[in-house]
């Protein structure tokens, strides 16, 4: 039996990370593909308990160390538990970050560093690898008027500030310089540019 396509979605907070999510989980709906939609952190009874630790805002004491670990720890259950039994059953999976986010937001924004997060995701995801992944890559400023537009209250990381999203960003920017799986996709067009833009990209690997 063929093995599942892996496919995740990164970015920074306001980028259109989720809206470009949704359409491509309806294209794959239209396009009659087996597939399952999960996220990160959670997608798991644990990994839920373990999301609403690290976006509380009242957790603004949680060191950074502390907080790689509890996503690390997200991950490593929703490998074990969903994403692994279902590409290997030959079901696609659409996964809304993965661990290019951790790269990203602890090894680079939060001064961890690439060594160790590198480490601990391979422990994590045991050598899971996406096949392709959409960075959606915009400014800061364009992705806070985006995020306030929502109108929706800021977790814990959010709260941070552009300064932090910033480094995020740089840090994406680094790991897609080190890995062609990721795909940069100019976040500041249309919805449609962006989607057709995406699948672009999907037609090599489905």
Do not use: H
């Amino acid at each position: 039996m063929a093995k599942g396509v892996f496919i995740t979605f990164e970015g920074i907070d306001g980028c259109g990370k989720s809206t470009q999510f949704m359409r491509v989980s309806e294209y794959f709906k239209e396009t009659g593909r087996k597939f399952i939609v999960v996220r990160e952190p959670g997608g798991t009874t644990v990994g839920e308990k373990i999301r609403e630790i690290l976006l509380d805002k009242k957790n603004d004491s949680m060191t950074s160390l502390a907080e790689l670990m509890l996503y690390e720890a997200a991950r490593a259950q929703i490998t074990e538990e969903v994403i692994k039994p279902a590409l290997e059953e030959g079901t696609s999976v659409l996964c809304d970050r993965f661990f290019d986010s951790t790269s990203a937001y602890q090894g680079y924004a939060r001064g961890l560093g690439s060594e160790l997060t590198d480490t601990l995701n391979k422990i994590a995801t045991a050598g899971v690898v996406p096949d392709m992944t959409f960075l959606l890559d915009l400014d800061t400023e364009v992705a806070y008027k985006r995020r306030n537009t929502r109108g929706e209250a800021e977790d814990r990381l959010e709260a941070l500030g552009n300064s932090f999203q910033d480094k995020v960003r740089a840090g994406y920017l680094e790991c897609a310089k080190k890995d062609d799986r990721i795909k940069v996709i100019d976040a500041s067009g249309t919805p449609d540019e962006i989607f057709e833009e995406i699948k672009r990209w999907l037609s090599e690997i489905l």
